[in-house]
């Protein structure tokens, strides 16, 4: 006898049918990018956390480092719960949730003086700190597919609008010591989770209880979600390196912290300015080969940025690597959204962050470790030659991407176990 498991209903994304439907999605859609943007933008403590754990607390590059992917390894457990949480207690739940407990886990970072309270107040902060991004996604995903990528734009062009002002007052704030960039991140996130809680609705589609699946046996049975999630976990442990081994390599030639704060500016400033432009041209374009330069220029960026010495050579790098960052961003969130089936999105989601968090934790490790024992040209070649590798592997899972790409998501029926009796 031959039987097999249930197939979860499908339950639609919102369908556009009122001018209040639609005023409700607009709603949704700029109060999740109020939400990005408060949270980014009072985002200061993360992105100089580096030069704190080695200016502020003296520890070598490795062990600051070890620090860094510990967020990171916080990180990987956040994107996971975050899409279950999303689809068991709610988007708005779970980012509530998210969202004060980082300010919590700030405070306690920034007052944490041991090294093993440094390493557990880093975990809470990885753990708190990206709940919100799946169940951010997942929201976004349940709106129709035409509207999903001029939303995800939308929501990363304030993100970064948002980071760009974090480095830039960063910059300035460091001046009076480090300790006042984590209150700021903590009262940010707290704003945050008032956005949340006065003006994010729920949208989560209902699914009955006895259709529901588990996450693992559907996801082992989809090979393009899986080769994507490894691409994308290379591709950010690359990427990452301009957060864990840039500031080192300028600190090595001379520059302080605000011209490290300027130069990561600089990359929020032209994401600003392009990415709008690049969400119109790039919408309805193939998704797999925008991708695959996108990922190659970000790998010839950050490598480059490695064996320059100069400000100019390091704002330079920056551009390069900015122009690939914004390729896979605008791309990102819809692609992993058409390969999502409805009752199992938030954990599709959750996945798919996952691959940021996984590559926070790598990219760290082997980029300090490379560079304290290889040095910069080492780096910079690893960098670049990974580049290369990611465009390959991308061109060549492009066939299988485009094929469940074109046809709506949820008609993705995984292969059916066989039991015999």
């Known amino acids: 006898m031959t039987t097999h498991s249930t197939q979860a209903p499908v339950t639609p994304a919102i369908e556009l049918r009122s001018p209040r439907v639609r005023l409700r ?9 109020a939400t990005h943007f408060v949270s980014r933008a009072g985002g200061v403590a993360r992105a100089f956390l580096v030069l704190y754990l080695t200016q502020e607390r003296g520890l070598s590059p490795t062990t600051a480092g070890a ?15 975050g899409g279950w949480l999303g689809d068991r207690i709610g988007r708005r739940n779970t980012m509530l949730v998210g969202f004060l407990g980082t300010a919590v886990a700030l405070v306690a970072l920034g007052s944490a003086e041991t090294m093993p309270a440094i390493c ?31 939303a995800f734009g939308l929501l990363f062009w304030a993100a970064n609008l948002g980071f760009t002002v974090s480095t830039v007052a960063a910059g300035v704030l460091v001046r009076q010591g480090y ?3 984590f209150w700021i991140n903590a009262a940010a996130s707290v704003l945050a989770a008032f956005i949340v809680w006065r003006h994010v609705p729920e949208t989560r589609p209902s699914t009955p209880k006895a259709t529901r699946r588990a996450l ?81 220029l ?20 920056i551009l390069v690597w900015t122009l690939g960052q914004i390729g896979v961003s605008v791309m990102f969130g819809a692609t992993f959204a058409d390969l999502a089936p409805a009752d199992l999105r938030g954990r599709y989601m959750g996945v798919a962050s996952a691959t940021w968090s996984l590559g926070a934790v790598l990219g760290p490790l ?56």
């Open 366 to 421: 082997l980029g300090t470790a490379l560079l304290d024992h290889a040095g910069r040209t080492a780096l910079w070649a690893a960098c670049s030659a990974t580049g290369l590798a990611l465009f390959a592997a991308q061109q060549a899972v492009a066939p299988a991407l485009r094929r469940r790409t074109s046809a709506p998501a949820a008609s993705f029926k995984p292969r059916q176990p066989i039991h015999k009796s």
């Open 179 to 181: 300790g006042i960039l």
């Open 216 to 296: 693992l046996p559907v996801l082992l049975r989809d090979p393009v979600m899986l080769a994507m999630v490894a691409i994308h976990v290379v591709y950010f442990a690359t990427f990452l390196q301009v957060f864990s081994t840039l500031p080192l390599v300028m600190a090595a030639d001379g520059h302080g912290p605000g011209t490290f704060g300027a130069v990561l500016a600089l990359n929020g400033i032209v994401i600003v300015l392009v990415q709008p432009i690049a969400v119109r041209l790039l919408d309805g374009r193939d998704r797999a080969s925008i991708l695959a330069v996108s990922m190659l």
């Open 25 to 33: 999605q607009s709603s949704l859609v700029w109060a999740l990018t």
């Open 67 to 81: 620090v860094i992917a510990a967020v990171g390894a916080g990180d990987i457990v956040s994107q996971l719960l």
């Open 298 to 317: 970000a790998g010839i960026g950050g490598g480059f940025g490695a064996v320059v010495h100069s400000g100019a050579g390091h704002a330079g790098a």
């Open 120 to 150: 557990a107040a880093a975990v809470g902060v990885g753990l708190m700190a990206e709940l919100f991004r799946p169940v951010g996604s997942a929201a976004v995903a349940d709106l129709p597919a035409q509207e999903r990528i001029r």
